[in-house]
């Protein structure tokens, strides 16, 4: 594996990682405040869903030679 596809499964591995604790926070309905402001459910979920794709295409592209 040369250091090209390493980062990129390296990135989608954080990616993927990222996903989890957004997919999380909307499991657990957690409460997370900035300024104040209390960040509602459906930003984790598409912040989920966006992770989780950007993940996947990192791995499937680290993953061609």
Avoid: E, Y
Avoid at 36 to 64: D, K, Y
């Amino acid at each position: 594996m040369n250091s090209k596809n390493f980062l990129l499964r390296l990135a989608g591995t954080i990616f993927g990682l990222v996903a989890v604790f957004h997919l999380l926070r909307v499991v657990t309905d957690a409460t997370f405040v900035i300024a104040g402001w209390s960040i509602p459910i459906w930003m984790n979920v598409l912040a989920f869903v966006a992770t989780a794709i950007l993940c996947v295409l990192m791995w499937r592209a680290g993953g061609r030679q």
